[in-house]
């Protein structure tokens, strides 16, 4: 059985969400893939975050792009999951891109450009220039957005990595875009993908968000290429016993 089992920001149902924690957990469950986001702050940093605002996961206020990376780094990332993670902080891509190669990560990482609401222009090539000055980077890196536009400069930038479409809405033109294969790899809710099933290629199609043991069976009878957990202890161990 080929569908692979990526975290979603990191091990985030036990842990903090897009954090240090959140990713040794996921890199130690052996999991073949780890999913996060990338934003940037004022001064032009990439911040590991899923929301635009730093709200919902720290204990400060306001938009990333309108703080400093030192801001940022002087905000607690863990304190809202438990008091167990008090003092967890908000990692820069720089970060995790360490970790995964001290940890010698073997799987992939999908990075989430969140040029969907807030544009950040010129992140795609920034990103891309970081990744390209790494040369310890071992490991494979997958991109996607829910953005048009960010999706096909990714690909035009870095042609052999693959540029995933994102889609919670507009299901039809996910199914056309697949169709015409316009694009290569469709991200989208499981609900949906249980409907219609039928309509895809499995193989270039990844899930999300796959938590419960009867969705993750779902995805890997129907062959899709991997899905994104919240739990990627539970897939794995659910993978191994199919
Ligand atoms: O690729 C699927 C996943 O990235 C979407 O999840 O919630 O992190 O935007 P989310």
């Known amino acids: 059985m080929n569908t692979e089992i990526f975290a979603h920001r990191g091990s985030s149902g036990d842990f903090p969400e897009n954090t240090m924690p959140a990713f040794r957990d996921a890199i130690d469950s052996g999991c073949d893939g780890i999913e996060t986001d990338v934003q940037l702050s004022k001064d ?14 720290t204990n400060g206020k306001g938009y990333i792009q309108n703080l400093t990376l030192e801001q940022i780094k002087g905000l607690d990332a863990g304190i809202k999951k438990s008091t167990q993670f008090r003092d967890v902080t908000v990692p820069t891509l720089e970060e995790l891109v360490d970790l995964l190669v001290a940890s010698d990560f073997q799987g992939k990482l999908n990075l989430e450009l969140k040029t969907n609401k807030i544009p950040y222009p010129g ?5 891309f220039d970081y990744l390209n000055s790494r040369t310890d980077i071992k490991f494979e890196i997958i991109y996607s957005s829910f953005s048009d536009r960010s999706v096909q400069l990714l690909h035009k930038l870095d042609a052999h990595r693959v540029a995933a479409k994102l889609f919670k809405k507009n299901f039809s033109s996910a199914i056309a875009l697949h169709k015409e294969r316009v694009i290569e790899d469709i991200h989208l809710e499981i609900g949906w993908l249980k409907k219609h099933i039928g309509e895809f290629q ?7 968000l796959v938590n419960t043991p009867a969705d993750m069976e779902f995805c890997f009878k129907s062959g899709v290429a991997g899905f994104f957990t919240d739990y990627p202890r539970r897939a794995m161990k659910l993978k191994r016993e199919m």
Not at 44 to 57: A, L, P, S
Not at 202 to 208: C, D, L, T
């Open 123 to 127: 992140i795609e090539k920034q990103v």
């Open 44 to 57: 032009g940093r990439f911040i590991i975050m899923h929301d635009e605002k730093v709200n919902r996961t």
């Open 202 to 208: 499995v193989n270039h199609v990844r899930p999300w």
